[in-house]
């Protein structure tokens, strides 16, 4: 299936739910009546800056220390095209492609060393990628041995993670040495597949694997990748992780013992999980945490399936709040979804600019899977795999 950063077939109840509010009538609404911008939040004047790359939507997906902003815009081709901005939002720039159509920027790190995917030439295959310093120059990464591969997220060190078909046929996460080079199989919790999401400056990667029992489960590694330790879930049978902070804090979502999704925190060094509710629906997933333990990520909140807002909660992931209430935002803006927060009270989301407010619950629906499972158009199982996807 097309899909983004957000949306995967391992698990596709939470998929269902979106896709049954949106394709039919929400995506219509969207294409007839709303564009999807990108904004730079200060948490401490929760002023925004917005994202503009003149002539297209923009989707954030994360920002270092010095307010660099990555993610991907959505061309008048439909194609979508890795960008990075200059510090605090400033600028923007397209990073070009490894020979194909579309590309994706996933993680940054603090010298502006962008990692993510790229179609290769001939878009027979998609492979990870690294950048320089400020995003210049684009080296590809290779692969595990199989013609796929998505870079993730980077470290300060260099240390790229993601994940990688395999000779054999698998799908395993992996992480390079310093400055991209190399690329080591991270292994599984027993099972046949595991995707790698988040590192943090020790070299610790979460993500999810499956498990000898067939199900997929959040872990955490030792320092270098080295290890991989079952995290666990919040009573369900699924659970992945998507970020860590410099404590091996860890943050993603899980099943509930009741059949909800909610997202989740651990205490330092992945011990122990918390619960970290919803905005009002029956599902939330956290996406990113940085030193302070504050976590940003999504929810449903008012039951409305397919509908979600962005959340962030205060430190040590205590409280949940909705980001629309709390940043200043021109009229007309809602936003929909959380990317990723750094150390410095910085934070990037995605919103919809909708002309006529009564068009919102319409509006809403599409957004989502347009911004979550649609905006691709070719290469099927590029990102079927992919950190959203486990959250279908």
């Known amino acids: 299936m097309n899909s983004i950063d957000y949306g995967l077939k391992i698990r596709k109840t939470a998929l269902a739910a979106l896709l049954g509010a949106g394709l039919t009538m929400g995506s219509a609404a969207f294409a007839q009546t709303a564009r999807t911008t990108s904004y730079l939040i200060d948490t401490n004047s929760w002023q925004a800056t917005e994202i503009v790359f003149p002539g297209r939507d923009t989707f954030a997906r994360g920002v270092n220390d010095l307010g660099q902003v990555i993610g991907y815009s959505v061309t008048a081709g439909r194609d979508q095209h890795a960008f990075i901005t200059g510090p605090d939002g400033a600028g923007i720039t397209d990073l070009g492609t490894l020979g194909g159509r579309n590309n994706v920027a996933e993680g940054i790190n603090s010298a502006g060393q962008v990692v993510g995917w790229s179609d290769t030439v001939g878009e027979g295959s998609s492979h990870a990628f690294i950048t320089g310093a400020n995003g210049a120059g684009m080296t590809n990464l290779g692969t595990l041995g199989g013609p796929y591969s998505a870079a993730q997220a980077i470290n300060a060190a260099g240390q790229v993670v993601g994940y990688s078909d395999t000779s054999s046929g698998g799908r395993h996460g992996f992480i390079t040495g310093l400055n991209g080079l190399g690329m080591t199989d991270l292994g599984t919790l027993g099972g046949a597949e595991t995707y790698a999401f988040g590192i943090n400056a020790a070299g610790r990667v979460v993500g999810y694997s499956s498990t000898a029992t067939g199900n997929s489960h959040a872990y955490i590694t030792g320092p270098n990748g080295a290890g991989m330790t079952d995290l666990g879930t919040l009573g369900g049978g699924f659970s992945s992780a998507l970020g860590i902070n410099g404590a091996g804090r860890v943050v993603g979502f899980s099943d509930t013992t009741g059949g909800d999704r909610h997202a989740f ?113 070719s290469g099927s199982n590029r990102r079927s795999n992919g950190r959203w996807a486990s959250m279908a």
Request: net charge negative.
């Open 265 to 377: 925190i651990t205490g330092p060094d992945g011990v122990g999980m918390t619960d970290l509710g919803t905005l009002g629906g029956n599902f939330s997933f956290a996406k990113a945490i940085n030193d302070a333990a504050q976590v940003v990520g999504d929810s449903f909140f008012d039951g409305t399936p397919g509908v979600t807002h962005p959340f962030i909660t205060g430190a040590n992931g205590v409280g949940m709040t909705d980001l629309n209430t709390l940043v200043h935002l021109p009229d007309g803006v809602i936003l929909t979804q959380a990317g990723g927060i750094n150390n410095m009270g910085q934070l990037v989301a995605t919103a919809a600019i909708i002309p006529e407010p009564a068009t919102y619950a319409l509006m809403l629906a599409g957004l989502v899977l347009l911004g979550v499972v649609a905006s691709r158009k």
